[in-house]
């Protein structure tokens, strides 16, 4: 429902995020339109009066979190039916299923996958360009109301994953096209990148057409980016240098581009991408399940140290399986302690920041999202603390990250547009969209062939 005006009345806490990093008790937050008017001691704006009046005794107010690398489109159909121990079949079968998707299924599925984030407390999502039928997805994403960067993954190098290779011209244009067809859409809730696939299928033409555009455009470019082992040996053996330093010494790298994942950048490397001003997005949630090492091969701290942006991913639902920036936010803060043997690591406080204004930043959306500030776009997660996991409550950000997950999301708000309600997504029937995606599921499955019976006897 769209409103002029909402209060939200009598929070527990509000997590500001805010420069002072202020977590206001016992607080309203008075919203205008699509922006953030007041956040104040709720005594002070007792008077205030709003169409809407949310109820937030007992709530946890947060900025809504970020998920910086997610491939809505295809994974929901199929979940789950993939090994944990599968090797590189995976990718292959991942984009070889992706690719048979009529519009419609895509829709849906895009759908499912909008509201389990959503449900979840994710607000603003960005996808690496997977998506087939944007146009067709449009539905889904004004539907949900999400804030969502979309754009084209492009390559034009023969790669063994079945992504989409195009002559280098064509992949400009289709760049370029979807640049031009879907920024600014949606009220400015949908922003399109340049999605070169990542620096090994993608020529120096293509990358720095990319980069280009995105200037140009004043828009961001995005692309996977895992540089350690044989691709950094590869690079050694061809350029001398490592990938990262190639990357910037080309011009590709600068603060309007995002690398994606960050795995295998060097400490000397995260250097060089700090000089650049480019960003990082990290995904613990696949990083962790597929054996990626992440204390030692993602040099998050090292990242932070240097004043890089960094936020947080989850990858698809296929490979984390499940896509809830909260889940990346308490890996991000457990794994360097682990790893490292060192609690001083990724503080509580700082993994809320990754997933909330410094996933922002690395966006290039930290003016308008990522904090509960007055003048801010009202993008905001309303946690019901009237739960076990919830309780005892004395820090509320400890209790964010290391007991709650977004099982406890009430009620999330998107541009002052109520999304999610008492736990219920506002915008779709969610048990008859889960019965249309599993028969979508059933029938890719059948279509493609592709087929992983379960270890186990199912019968
Ligand atoms: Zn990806």
Not at 7 to 30: G, M, Q, Y
Not at 145 to 168: A, K, S
Not at 445 to 453: N, S
Request: hydrophobic fraction near 40%.
């Amino acid at each position: 429902m769209n409103v002029a005006s909402v209060k939200i009345e009598n929070a527990s806490f509000v997590i500001t995020v805010d420069p002072d990093r202020r977590i206001v008790a016992d607080a309203s937050i008075l919203i205008e339109g699509d922006r953030i008017a007041r956040v104040a001691k709720a005594d002070d704006l007792r008077d205030a009066s709003a169409d809407r009046v949310i109820d937030a005794s007992d709530m946890v107010v947060t900025p809504g979190f970020v998920n910086g690398h997610m491939h809505i489109s295809y994974a929901h159909a199929t979940r789950g039916i993939f090994p944990d121990d599968l090797g590189p079949e995976y990718l292959p079968n991942v984009f070889g299923l992706q690719s048979v998707m009529t519009e419609e299924e895509e829709r849906l599925t895009s759908l499912l996958a909008l509201t389990e984030l959503l449900k979840h407390g994710t607000t603003t999502l960005l996808d690496p360009g997977s998506t087939k039928h944007i146009e067709a997805c449009m539905a889904a994403y004004k539907d949900s109301g999400c804030r969502i960067i979309t754009g084209r993954h492009v390559t034009d190098r023969p790669n063994p994953l079945n992504v989409p290779v195009y002559p280098t011209a064509e992949a400009i244009e289709i760049t370029r096209r979807t640049i031009e067809d879907m920024d600014g859409r949606l009220s400015g809730r949908m922003r399109a990148w340049a999605m070169p696939f990542s620096p090994e299928y993608a020529s120096d033409e293509l990358l720095l057409a990319c980069r280009r555009l995105a200037d140009e455009r004043d828009t961001g470019l995005t692309l996977h980016f895992n540089v350690g082992g044989a691709t950094a040996e590869k690079y050694m053996s061809r350029y001398g240098v490592t990938p990262t330093r190639r990357l910037a010494d080309l011009g590709v790298l600068g603060p309007n581009v995002t690398l994606a994942h960050g795995l295998g950048i060097s400490r000397d490397d995260v250097d060089v991408v700090a000089v650049t001003g480019a960003r990082v997005v990290m995904c613990p949630t696949a990083a962790v399940k597929g054996g990626a090492g992440m204390a030692s091969t993602a040099l998050l701290p090292e990242m932070l140290e240097a004043g890089v942006d960094v936020g947080l991913g989850t990858d698809a639902g296929n490979n984390s399986n499940l896509v809830e920036t909260m889940r990346s936010m308490y890996l991000a803060a457990v794994l360097y302690k682990d790893g490292r043997r060192d609690v001083t690591q990724v503080p509580a406080e700082t993994a809320v920041e990754l997933a909330t204004l410094r996933g922002a930043r690395a966006l290039g959306l930290g003016d308008e999202i990522g904090s509960v500030e007055e003048g801010k776009r009202a993008d905001l997660v309303l946690f019901d603390t009237r739960r076990a996991e919830w309780r005892t409550l004395f820090n509320p950000v400890n209790n964010l990250v290391y007991n709650a997950d977004g099982r406890s999301v009430h009620t999330v708000i998107v541009d002052g547009r109520v999304v999610v309600e008492d736990h219920v997504p506002a915008f779709v029937d969610e048990w008859e969209l889960i019965q249309q995606v599993q028969r979508i599921g059933e029938d890719m499955l059948a279509r493609t062939g592709v087929r992983f019976p379960s270890r186990w006897p199912i019968g």
